[in-house]
């Protein structure tokens, strides 16, 4: 059974850091791009960051230089390290398994449950 356990969101003041992380079960992750999107109220789901098994990253340039994603291919783990935290950033955050090597050929295949992030004073 396919199974993806995000933890980590939760409320921070804007310039705050906080570290999302999602455990997936399944041996074929460990080959498979892993990443993070979010969706704010009213819009649609966004790509935030995505890594390779190989650790090649892509980050939505909203998050560059803030947004760290890194991943643990023994614990098939992915990490979403976020710095600098902006009021904009509130989202729930969905970790999501790709069906192949990337996530530029392949759809999202498995979704996490969703962590709710929010950055407010």
């Known amino acids: 059974q396919v199974q993806l356990v995000e933890s980590g969101g939760g409320l921070v003041q804007p310039g705050g850091s906080l570290r999302l992380s999602c455990a997936a079960s399944?041996?074929?992750?460990?080959?498979?791009?892993m990443g993070w999107y979010r969706q704010a109220p009213g819009k649609q789901r966004e790509l935030v960051a995505t890594?390779?098994?190989?650790?090649?990253?892509n980050y939505a340039d909203s998050v560059k230089g803030r947004f760290t994603i890194s991943r643990d291919n023994a614990k098939v783990t992915v990490y979403l390290q976020m710095s600098s935290l902006k009021p904009e950033d509130t989202a729930v955050y969905y970790c999501a398994v790709s069906g192949g090597y990337n996530f530029s050929k392949y759809q999202p295949a498995y979704w996490g449950q969703g962590t709710q992030v929010t950055v407010s004073s």
């Open positions: 399944g041996s074929i992750f460990r080959y498979n791009a």
């Open positions: 890594i390779t098994s190989g650790g090649s990253t």
